[in-house]
């Protein structure tokens, strides 16, 4: 069965961290870019960070540069999402996406709040 799987979210006070994980089955998961969207109410689903199948590269919307990291680990079919110095604006459901070529998979999202 292919599926991605977030898990993580939750509710975190502003300057806090959270660690997003999502679980890949079904597929060749080295062979897919990895992204992570996120979508607040009202508002477009968005580009957060990517993260390339071979050679690790990585980019960042601007929103998040130096405070999120996206990484993976192809022998576990995992990619995370570090989030560091969280400010409210942040608060969205967060996707986990794979993409090759014209293959696109959607995960069910996550919900990540900042408040205090």
């Known amino acids: 069965q292919v599926q991605l799987v977030e898990s993580g979210g939750g509710l975190v006070q502003p300057g806090g961290s959270l660690r997003l994980s999502c679980a890949a089955s079904?597929?060749?998961?080295?062979?897919?870019?990895m992204s992570w969207y996120r979508q607040a109410p009202g508002k477009e689903r968005e580009l957060v960070a990517g993260?390339?199948?071979?050679?690790?590269?990585?980019n960042y919307a601007e929103s998040v540069k130096g405070r999120f990291t996206i990484s993976r680990d192809n022998a576990k079919n995992r990619v995370y999402l570090q989030m560091d110095s969280l400010k409210p604006e942040d608060t969205a459901t967060y996707y986990c996406?794979?993409?090759?070529?014209?293959?696109?998979?959607w995960g069910q999202g996550t919900q990540v709040t900042v408040s205090s």
């Open positions: 996406n794979a993409r090759n070529g014209p293959l696109r998979l």
């Open positions: 079904g597929f060749i998961f080295s062979s897919y870019v």
């Open positions: 993260i390339s199948s071979t050679t690790g590269s990585t």
